[in-house]
C-alpha cells in the first residue's frame, strides 16, 4: 500500500480537499493468484466469449460512442423490466458513484455513509466537497445501527447503503432499505455491486416504483466477470436517470465497452451460470479458513472477511513468499487484523488456504 501522499508543491495548488488524497494505489501487482479485487477469476462459457469476440470485431473505432448508450441501456431494462428512462450506464460503477455526489453532494451538503464500506463514497464525497457523516456498523455482526442511520438520514443529501456490503459480505433486508428511503429527503444509493452472489437477497430495484430518491447501483464488473471492460449502471426514476445525464461525460463508456457489455447482458443466462459454482465454492473457502482457526465473517458476496493474527505481515508473507493478493484492510477502523479473500477457483483457494496454513502453524502453535 501506498502510504506517499502528494508532494508539498502539489499540495500548496490544489484545492483543500484533494490536498490530503493519497494516489491510489491498491498495492497491485503482477502475481499468480490475484483474489485481491473482487474479481471473476472463473473462465467464461465458450458461447458466451465467442459473442463478446464478434461484438467487438463488427465495432468500428472511428465514431464517438452513442452518448449514452442506449443499446446497451435498452438490453438493461429489458432484463429489469424497466423503461429506458430509468437506466444509466458509467464507466464502471465507481463513476456513477462519482457522479451522484458530484450532482447531490458537494459543500454544505451531507452525504451519509456506514463504515466499514467501500471506500470510494467517503472519498469521493470528500473530494467533491460534501461533510461526510459516518454511523458506523455493529462492530461484530457490521449489520447498520439502524436507529442511528435513520436519524442521521433526516438531515442527509444523500445516503449510501451497500447489500451484500464490500468488505463485510453482509446484506440488509428489504425493510430497511424502505425505511431508509423514507426516512432520508435527500438521495439514497443501494450499492448492490454483488447482489448477483446473494440469490436470497431481494433487490432495492424492487422499491424503484415507490420510492423515486432511490438509486440502484449495478456493475458488470463482479458476477459478470467484466472488471476490465468498466461499465456499470445505475436503476432509477427518470428525473434522476436525468441528473445522471446533466453531468456525466457524454462520451464516457466507449464503443467496444458498450458493444461487449450489450453481448454479455444478452447472453446472462450464459453468465450468470457460474454464479452457483461461485457461491459454492464461497462456502468451501469458509470453511477452510475456520478450519485454519481464524475468525470468518458469513458472506453474501464473491469474497470473505477472516481475521488473521498479524493480518500485515501474513498479507506480506502471501505476496512474497507465495506469489498470492489479497487485500489488506488490517488499517481500517473497525477491520483490525482482517483480510480480504476474493473466492477464486477451487485450485486458487486451495493455494490461499495451503499458504495460509504453513505461514500461520507456527502462530497457531504458539512458538
Ligand atoms: C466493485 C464495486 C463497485 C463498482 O465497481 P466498478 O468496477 O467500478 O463497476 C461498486 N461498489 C462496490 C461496493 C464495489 O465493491
Known sequence: MNDVGLSERARSLVRPEVADLDPYDPGFVECRVNLSANESTWPRPEALERAVHDALVATPLN???????????????????VG?????????????????LLAFGGP????????????????????????????????????????????????????VLTTPNNPTGNTVALGRVEALCEACPGVVLVDEAYG?????????????????????????????GMAGARVGYILASPELVDVFAAVRQPYTVNVLSQAAA???????????????????????????????????????????LVRVPGAHVVRERLACDFSILVRDLSSTPGLEDCLRVTVGTPEEDDAVLDALRQILRPVISGT
Open 63 to 81: 465514431r464517438y460512442p452513442d452518448p449514452m448508450a442506449n443499446g446497451l441501456r435498452d438490453a438493461i431494462a429489458a432484463w429489469h423490466g
Open 84 to 100: 429506458r428512462s430509468q437506466v444509466v450506464v458509467g464507466n464502471g460503477g465507481d463513476e456513477l458513484i462519482f457522479d451522484l
Open 108 to 159: 454544505g451538503r451531507t452525504v451519509l455513509d456506514m463504515p466499514p464500506t467501500f471506500s470510494v463514497y467517503d472519498i469521493y464525497g470528500r473530494l467533491v466537497g460534501s461533510t461526510v457523516v459516518a454511523v458506523p456498523r455493529d462492530p461484530e455482526t457490521f449489520e447498520p445501527v439502524w436507529d442511528e442511520v435513520l436519524a442521521a438520514a433526516r438531515t442527509a443529501d444523500v445516503a
Open 196 to 224: 448477483e452472489f446473494a440469490p436470497s437477497m431481494e433487490s432495492a430495484a424492487s422499491l424503484l416504483d415507490r420510492h423515486p430518491n432511490l438509486c440502484v447501483l449495478h456493475t458488470l464488473s463482479k458476477a459478470f
Open 262 to 304: 450489450t453481448a454479455v447482458v444478452e447472453g446472462r443466462d450464459l453468465a450468470l451460470a457460474s454464479v452457483a459454482d461461485v457461491v459454492a465454492e464461497r462456502d468451501r473457502l469458509t470453511e477452510g479458513l475456520l478450519a485454519l482457526g481464524l475468525r470468518v465473517w458469513d458472506s453474501e458476496a464473491n469474497f470473505v
